[in-house]
C-alpha cells in the first residue's frame, strides 16, 4: 500500500511540474482600468448598481466597489506576476498591514474586446470584467432595481439582533433588544463597544471568500473559523439555510453550464472521498479509518469519480458542488450526505468529540421526522 501511494504521489508530482510551468509576465502590459460586467439571460450587461472598478497604478492593485452612491476602496501591493498555460496571475498582499498573500488570476473570455475572468480567490469565485475603454459597448442597465425582487443571500441572528444581507449588496439590521447576543458580538469582535456602527437601513456591503463587511465599518463578519465551520449566529449563507455548522456552502450557481457526463449524481446516504490533487502518504490510512468508522454506523463510502457532485434536497431542489473548489475556506477531503440534506464537511484524519456530536446531530431525525426547513434556499421578500 505506501508503495502505491508513493507512485501515485511521484506520478501526480511529474503531472503537475508538467503541466504548471511558470512563465515570466509583464503586468504593466495589462489594461490599467477594467469596468465590471454582470451576465444576465446569457448576455453580459454593465450594471449602473453596484459594480466594481479595477485600477492597476504603479505596482498597486485597487479594487473600487460602488453601490448606492457609497464607495468602498481595497488596495493591494503587486508582489509578482507570471503566466501559466492561458492564465495570467498577480500575487498581490493588502497595503494596510495585514501578512498574508493571494493570488488574483486572469483568464481572457474574448481578448478582442477586452473582456476576461478575474479570479481573486483559491475557491474559483470569479468576476467579469471589461477593458473600461470598451464598457460602452455594453448595455447599461439597473439590475436591481426593483426591491421587491430581492432574495436574502446571508442572514445572521443574534438575540434581538437580524442583520439582513439582500443578494443585491443592500443591508439592513432589525433590531429588538441587545439582549445576551449583543454581548456576543462585542465579545467575539464583531461590534466595537466604544463605536457599535450599527448597521442602518441603507447599508451595503461588500462580500470576500470567507467573510464580509458592511460598508462604513472596519469589522470582518466571519463565515467560518479556523477549522471551516460555520460561526455561531450564521442562519443562511449564499441563500441556503443552515443546519449544522459544518454543512458546506460553496454551492455552484450556474448549473446551466455544466456538462452532465462531469456530474456523478449522490441520490443515497453516504461518505464521499475527494482524493486531494496532492496525495500524501497518510492518505490511505485515513480514508480505511474513516470506511471503517461509518461503516460501524451503516454509512457506506463512495469515491468522487467527476469533478461535479449533485445532491437532491427534500425540497426537490437539487445542488451541485464543484470538487476542485474549496469549502469554507479550506480544501475538502471528505463531505457525509444525509439524504435530503445538504452535505456536511468532516475531517478525513478523524473527528474530535465535539465534532462526532455535530456529525450526529447532522445524521439525527429532526423534531417529529419533518425537515428542520420548509425548503433549503431562500425566499422572495424574506
Not at 504521489?9 to 509583464?26: E, M, N, Q, R, T
Not at 477594467?34 to 504603479?58: T, Y
Not at 488596495?75 to 495570467?88: K, M, P, R
Not at 465579545?187 to 464580509?212: H, Q, V
Request: aromatic content about 14%; glycine content about 6%.
Amino acid at each position: 500500500m505506501r508503495k502505491t501511494v508513493f507512485i501515485l504521489c511521484l506520478f501526480a508530482l511529474i503531472a503537475s511540474s508538467c503541466g504548471d510551468k511558470k512563465a515570466p509576465f509583464d503586468y504593466t502590459t495589462l489594461p490599467s482600468e477594467w469596468r465590471e460586467l454582470s451576465e444576465i439571460n446569457g448576455k453580459f450587461v454593465a450594471c449602473d448598481d453596484p459594480f466594481e472598478v479595477l485600477k492597476i497604478e504603479g505596482n498597486r492593485l485597487f479594487r473600487h466597489y460602488f453601490a448606492r452612491g457609497e464607495q468602498s476602496d481595497s488596495e493591494y501591493e503587486i508582489l509578482e506576476s507570471y503566466q501559466t498555460g492561458d492564465t495570467v496571475v498577480i500575487s498581490i498582499k493588502p497595503t494596510d498591514g495585514q501578512e498574508w498573500t493571494r493570488d488574483f488570476k486572469i483568464i481572457w473570455i474574448d481578448k478582442d474586446k477586452g473582456v476576461a475572468k478575474w479570479i481573486f480567490n483559491d475557491e474559483g469565485g470569479a468576476v467579469t470584467f471589461v477593458v473600461n475603454e470598451n464598457a460602452l459597448e455594453f448595455p447599461n442597465i439597473k439590475c436591481f432595481d426593483d426591491k421587491s425582487q430581492r432574495k436574502v443571500k446571508h442572514l445572521y441572528r443574534a438575540t434581538g439582533n437580524n442583520y439582513i444581507c439582500f443578494d443585491d449588496g443592500t443591508a439592513f439590521e432589525e433590531t429588538e433588544d441587545r439582549g445576551d447576543g449583543y454581548d456576543y458580538l462585542i465579545a467575539s469582535g464583531k461590534i466595537d463597544p466604544e463605536n457599535p456602527g450599527e448597521i442602518e437601513t441603507n447599508a451595503t456591503y461588500r462580500e470576500f471568500p470567507t467573510c464580509l463587511k458592511f460598508n462604513g465599518t472596519n469589522y470582518e463578519w466571519k463565515f467560518f473559523d479556523d477549522l471551516g465551520h460555520i460561526d455561531w449566529g450564521w442562519k443562511i449563507i449564499n441563500h441556503y439555510r443552515i443546519y449544522s455548522l459544518f454543512q458546506i456552502t460553496n454551492l455552484e450557481t450556474e448549473t446551466a453550464k455544466i456538462p452532465a457526463k462531469e456530474i456523478q449524481a449522490i441520490n443515497e446516504t453516504c461518505l464521499i472521498f475527494i482524493m486531494p490533487e496532492n496525495l500524501y502518504e497518510e492518505w490511505a490510512w485515513y480514508e480505511d479509518d474513516r470506511k471503517k468508522e461509518f461503516a460501524a454506523m451503516g454509512i457506506q463510502a463512495v469515491d468522487a469519480q467527476k469533478r461535479y457532485l449533485s445532491f437532491a434536497l427534500y425540497d426537490n431542489d437539487k445542488i451541485i458542488v464543484d470538487t476542485k473548489k474549496e469549502q469554507n475556506g479550506k480544501i475538502c477531503c471528505a463531505l457525509l450526505y444525509r439524504k435530503g440534506y445538504i452535505p456536511i464537511m468532516i475531517s478525513i484524519s478523524g473527528e474530535s468529540e465535539e465534532g462526532m456530536e455535530h456529525i450526529a446531530t447532522y445524521l439525527s431525525e429532526s423534531g417529529d421526522g419533518y425537515p428542520p426547513f420548509e425548503r433549503w434556499s431562500t425566499l422572495e421578500g424574506e
